[in-house]
């Protein structure tokens, strides 16, 4: 198949979780024998942080205004087999606008930020980059949360609401020696965001006051000023991909936490929760509804409830019951959360869609609508 990608950015993972999903999709699709032409608006702030400027996976269009690329971007949907609008694409309210009347046979929209989504369209009947009178085009709503949301997704239109969960690449993600630059004790990964930061003082920071030999680690950008780390904190402002699976393979444990909204919704699993047991790292996270349809409480994760637990897991619990958790849940995930099996959902899902062709009604209500 062909299949052209609009998404958030596939070139550059600085402070989003976009790029290493759709890095993982893509690439195996490509191993599958399929073509991928991936549409990215060049802005500044992915312009100077490119990490993956050329995927070898898959073909980048840059570009820096819709209006400019409009005509020749829906000449090769029409080409193609299926097309995929990602969550916070730029220009997506006008870029699925311009889906509505063409050709390709299966269009789809992908949410890796469903929650939110889903609450501004309770609100308003729009977000910045899809309204609800534009979901009865898309075939496919995959959706990064599964669960109950599912069904509301459906009741504002959208014909169909499945889960494709974010994944990883097993041969990027895998356990890896200790590196000396990452070893401690307990670690973070993840972009600032105001309402994770009570729980990553409360079972990272405050274990690591408790706890002053210990040796604690922050990576990810964005975080103010204002945010003080304890001594033994290190903060490392941003972490290539390449170093994240060393990263996770480094430390006794892990630490997840998940935004409110995410918790809220439930069902809603982090590409880093995958990531970080791919590489069999014992990961202690917050929990929410959900969590246990992907992973075993106590056997596969650790579901701490206050620093005073997760201090406790770090003075009493064996490097060999450590260990064990770890490779249980990257034996879990290895079983149902690869790109490969992704690809595999993605191309299932594909072939049974209607195949529809565009309506003219529906032609014509979109292409009035306002943007």
């Known amino acids: ?63 820096e205004a819709w209006n400019s690329i409009r005509k020749s971007a829906l000449a090769e949907v029409n080409k193609a087999d299926v097309v995929v609008v990602g969550s916070y694409c730029p220009d997506g309210l006008a870029i699925i606008d311009g889906l509505a009347g063409s050709r390709v046979p299966v269009k789809t929209f992908y949410d890796i930020d469903t929650p939110i989504t889903v609450a501004q369209l309770r609100q308003t009947g729009r977000t910045d980059y899809l309204r609800t009178d534009q979901l009865p085009i898309f075939d496919i709503y995959f959706s990064f949360t599964g669960g109950p949301m599912l069904r509301e997704i459906e009741s504002f239109g959208a014909p169909r609401a499945i889960p494709l969960y974010c994944s990883f690449d097993p041969a990027e993600y895998r356990r890896f020696d200790v590196n000396k630059r990452f070893g401690c004790d307990l670690s973070y990964m993840g972009t600032y965001a105001p309402d994770r930061q009570e729980k990553i003082d409360q079972l990272l920071c405050e274990p690591a006051r408790q706890l002053p030999d210990q040796k604690f680690i922050v990576a990810g950008p964005q975080y103010p000023k204002s945010v003080k780390w304890p001594n033994n904190v290190r903060h490392i402002t941003h972490l290539n991909p390449r170093w994240h699976a060393r990263f996770y393979s480094s430390s006794r444990l892990t630490l997840n936490v998940t935004r409110r909204d995410m918790v809220r919704a439930g069902y809603s699993p982090s590409v880093r929760l995958f990531e970080a047991a791919a590489c069999g790292a014992t990961i202690v996270s917050d929990n929410w509804p959900g969590l246990d349809t992907f992973f075993t ?75």
């Open 1 to 63: 198949m062909k299949i052209v990608i609009f998404g958030l950015s596939i070139t550059s993972s600085w402070g989003n979780g976009h790029a290493t999903t759709f890095r993982a999709l893509a690439r195996a699709l490509n191993d599958r024998g399929h073509r991928i032409v991936f549409y990215e608006r060049d802005v500044e702030w992915y312009a100077s942080n490119r990490d993956m400027p050329e995927p070898p996976f898959c073909e980048v269009r840059l570009y």
């Open 297 to 371: 409480p106590a056997e596969e994760i650790l579901l701490p409830t206050s620093s005073e637990d997760v201090v406790r897991i770090l003075r009493d619990a064996t490097p060999d019951e450590l260990h064990k958790i770890g490779a249980r849940a990257q034996q879990r995930v290895l079983a149902e959360h690869t790109s490969d099996k992704r690809a595999d959902e993605f191309e299932r899902y594909v072939s049974e869609a209607p195949h529809r062709q565009p309506t003219q009604e529906s032609t014509s209500t979109l292409s009035t609508a306002s943007v």
